[in-house]
């Protein structure tokens, strides 16, 4: 099937998704780059594929459009020669190890956050509703198909703190007097990471019963959000 109009009423509901108020409503996004849409297609999350190649073939509807439509409704300053229109993922009951993200702001932290989630067996991420949307194109992209791959949930930390399985062992960060984290015993750990600039709020940090700070040279005050992250969560998979 070809589509060569800009005002086709497909391309006009895929350039809405571009907007987050839009991907909310419709429960959809877009993903671009090949190997994404393939990640994507294995994951069963694909309704709908765009190409500018006429020789594509896959095992749903697939639309030839112009390199114009493409542009417009491309993300990338260089669009893509491949978009897909996907599902978001439901959220599932969490189970084993979490990483929970208070006030996280960066798409790209969220991105290396979730492919790091994944290396390290936390199944789940929970989301402050402060949070990036997850399904913002820069975190689909810095994924790297990871996405298609953990449970996500966004929710109150608050309320999901306090009700959190009493198995769980609540753990955050504290540069200053955090202990390391590999002298910590626990059955299942509840990651705590906060905002980039501010940290991890009080009103959340008093949630938690263990703190942690990775030691570093001093002439370093702190680390990157995701890269924080993503060392202790290797910490813990390699505990």
């Known amino acids: 099937m070809e589509i060569t109009s800009v005002n086709n009423e497909k391309i006009k509901y895929l350039e809405k998704l571009k907007q987050k108020k839009y991907r909310d409503l419709e429960k959809m996004f877009l993903v671009e780059d090949e190997h994404l849409v393939l990640e994507a297609l294995k994951a069963g999350y694909v309704k ?3 190409t ?4 594509s073939h896959y095992e749903v509807p697939t639309y030839v459009v112009t390199d114009k439509i493409m542009k417009l409704i491309s993300n990338q300053v260089t669009s893509s020669k491949i978009i897909a229109l996907c599902y978001q993922m439901e959220e599932k009951n969490y189970d084993g190890n979490i990483i929970i993200l208070d006030n996280l702001q960066d798409p790209g932290n969220l991105g290396t956050i979730i492919r790091s989630a994944v290396a390290f067996n936390f199944n789940t991420i929970v ?3 402060d949070s990036v949307d997850g399904y913002n194109p820069k975190v689909v992209r810095s994924s790297e198909g990871m996405l298609f791959h953990i449970n996500i949930i966004r929710t ?12 769980y062992t609540k753990i955050t960060t504290d540069v200053k007097n955090g202990q390391n984290i590999k002298d910590i015993h626990f059955k299942k750990c509840a990651l705590v990471i906060g905002n980039e600039g ?3 709020s ?9 703190k942690v700070n990775l030691k570093m040279n001093n002439n370093c005050e702190s680390l990157n959000a995701g890269v924080a992250a ?8 390699n505990g």
């Open 202 to 210: 009080k009103k959340i940090q008093d949630k938690c019963e263990v």
């Open 127 to 129: 989301l402050s509703n």
């Open 52 to 55: 500018t190649n006429n020789n």
């Open 230 to 237: 993503s060392i202790l969560m290797y910490e813990v998979f």
């Open 198 to 200: 501010n940290g991890v």
């Open 48 to 50: 709908e594929i765009y």
């Open 156 to 167: 109150n930390l608050e309320e999901f703190l306090d009700n959190l399985d009493n198995t």
